[in-house]
């Protein structure tokens, strides 16, 4: 769940749901204040209605049958009673009372009782949206008949609404689930087109000839897809010339470096001769690793299925039978897809590179959660961790000498990293407890399949 909603997915989804939960709340209080509104309205002109007649029947009657009217007429939230006594004091006019004088019968008096009937300041819990408190027309007033009767006239609050049983409040249950996956949808209809693009450019990244996002959706998404369409076709030609301009080094400088070798073979100082041979070597292995590396960053072989048990097998014998001190051990039991070159090429820098300066390269294959992961220790002092960063960089070396024997052009991580990144592929170096360096190399399930 924490993850859903630190994604995009989620965050969009959220917002999209609380915004409309908080418009139909605002639409569902306004619908509601002005029903009350209303309905307080009509109470009023109802008691209006009933307060005249209450009043015109009483002063009408006779004043023997005055007191049989009068116990019906004390019933109800607007009710007409006797009061014992003198009126207590009265206060100033209202707009309801005011009103009530102009239909009433000349001579009837009507004053106002300072301060309001307790039933009017009563909370009334009838909804959330609702006002808490009746708004309309709740007063009490003194009324004198033409004949001198005083009576006491109460215009009380209708009675509450009994509150909501829970099975009303579960009604509204699938309004909410509506809200909910209306903007699930809106939020998929939105996002897709990114996640869409997101995987358009990690398949970039894993495979530079990947074939063109499709153009579809709306105007918006189909300019950003033809964009990076663009994008990928000129990353693609920029590095198609980078290597075919290193490719023609390469090439134009062989002859030249072949001459040289041919001539030096007649220098007569065995020393310098020798000397003058080891450079012209080291240029050759250098301009070599420089193509490797351009064609490490290219990815037109032909991606197949390898079993990977198979090719570790291959590359670890090859580097036994050479003389080199590597041992294999586990089984991933992994189809990958790769291109066979390139993954040879990998896993042979990174065991070379192992024996190189750790003498010896112990290395193991096993499974795990779907993934392959292979590992590759050494019997050499490790790496400082400083510099762990800096060993994938491009012509660096750990060593200060730039001698051949003590560590090469810098090149090979670079390249073994790079065809690693282009088949999904991570590569981790990490010191052992008990001494040596160990690569690690993760190959995830995205690419792998059982065999």
Same mark, same amino acid.
């Given at each position: 769940?924490?993850?859903?909603f630190g ?5 969009v989804f959220?917002? +999209?749901l ?5 418009s139909? *709340? &605002?639409?569902?209080?306004? /619908? ?5 509104? %209303? ?14 007649q209450?009043i015109?029947t ?9 007191p ?5 007429a ?10 014992a006594?003198?009126?207590a ?11 009530l004088?102009?239909?009433?019968t ?11 009937p307790?039933?009017c ?24 008949l033409?004949?001198?009767t ?5 215009? +009380? ?7 909501? *049983? &829970?099975?009303?409040?579960? /009604?509204?249950?699938p309004?909410?689930? %509506? ?17 869409l ?9 894993n ?25 990928q ?9 980078r ?6 080094i ?8 072949t ?7 007649k220098?007569?100082?065995?020393e ?5 041979i080891d450079?012209?070597?080291a ?5 070599r ?9 290219d ?5 197949? *299925? &390898?079993?990977?048990d198979s090719?570790l097998?291959?590359?670890c014998s ?15 039991n992994m189809a ?10 990998c896993?042979v820098?990174?065991?070379d ?6 003498h010896?390269?112990?290395v193991?294959?096993?499974?795990i959660?779907?993934a392959?992961r292979?590992?590759i ?6 790496i ?7 060993v ?18 810098g090149l090979g ?11 999904g592929?991570?590569?981790?170096l ?7 360096l160990e ?7 995205s690419?792998?399949g059982?065999?």
């Amino acid at each position: 769940m924490k993850d859903f909603f630190g994604s995009m997915t989620g965050r969009v989804f959220l917002v +999209l749901l609380l915004g409309m939960m908080a418009s139909a *709340a &605002l639409t569902q209080w306004l /619908s509601v204040g002005e029903r009350t509104r %209303s309905f307080e309205r009509y109470r009023d002109f109802h008691a209006m209605e009933r307060a005249e007649q209450l009043i015109t029947t009483a002063d009408t009657l006779a004043a023997e049958s005055r007191p049989t009217y009068l116990r019906m007429a004390e019933r109800g939230t607007i009710k007409l009673e006797r009061i014992a006594g003198a009126p207590a004091v009265t206060g100033a006019a209202t707009a309801f009372s005011h009103a009530l004088q102009q239909r009433l019968t000349k001579g009837v008096q009507l004053q106002p009782v300072a301060g309001r009937p307790v039933e009017c300041g009563q909370p009334r819990q009838r909804s959330i949206f609702a006002p808490s408190q009746w708004g309309g027309a709740c007063e009490a007033m003194y009324v004198t008949l033409r004949d001198g009767t005083s009576l006491k006239l109460s215009i +009380l609050p209708p009675p509450e609404v009994p509150a909501k *049983a &829970l099975s009303e409040y579960i /009604s509204l249950l699938p309004f909410l689930l %509506s809200v909910a996956a209306l903007a699930y949808l809106v939020t998929r209809m939105a996002v897709r087109p990114l996640k869409l693009l997101a995987k358009a450019a990690k398949d970039l990244g894993n495979d530079i000839n990947h074939p063109p996002v499709v153009l579809s959706g709306a105007a918006e998404i189909r300019q950003a897809s033809a964009a990076f369409n663009a994008m990928q076709a000129r990353i693609r030609q920029h590095i198609m010339q980078r290597t075919q301009m290193l490719a023609a080094i390469t090439h134009d400088l062989q002859t030249p470096l072949t001459r040289l070798r041919l001539r030096l073979e007649k220098v007569r100082d065995d020393e310098l001769q020798q000397r003058l041979i080891d450079d012209l070597s080291a240029m050759q292995q250098m301009v070599r690793e420089g193509l490797d590396l351009a064609r490490s960053m290219d990815a037109s072989e032909t991606m197949q *299925a &390898l079993d990977l048990d198979s090719l570790l097998d291959s590359v670890c014998s090859d580097a036994s039978d050479s003389g080199q001190p590597v041992e294999l051990r586990g089984r991933a039991n992994m189809a990958l897809m790769g291109r066979p070159l390139d993954m040879r090429r990998c896993l042979v820098n990174l065991i070379d590179n192992a024996v190189k300066y750790g003498h010896y390269a112990n290395v193991t294959v096993e499974r795990i959660a779907g993934a392959a992961r292979v590992i590759i220790r050494d019997g050499g002092p490790g790496i400082a961790r400083d510099q762990m960063a800096h060993v994938f960089e491009p012509f660096y070396r750990i060593e200060s000498s730039r001698s051949r024997e003590s560590g090469g052009t810098g090149l090979g991580l670079t390249i073994a990293r790079n065809i690693a990144e282009q088949h999904g592929a991570t590569v981790a170096l990490n010191n052992h407890p008990t001494g040596g360096l160990e690569v690690t190399v993760i190959l995830p399930e995205s690419y792998a399949g059982r065999l």
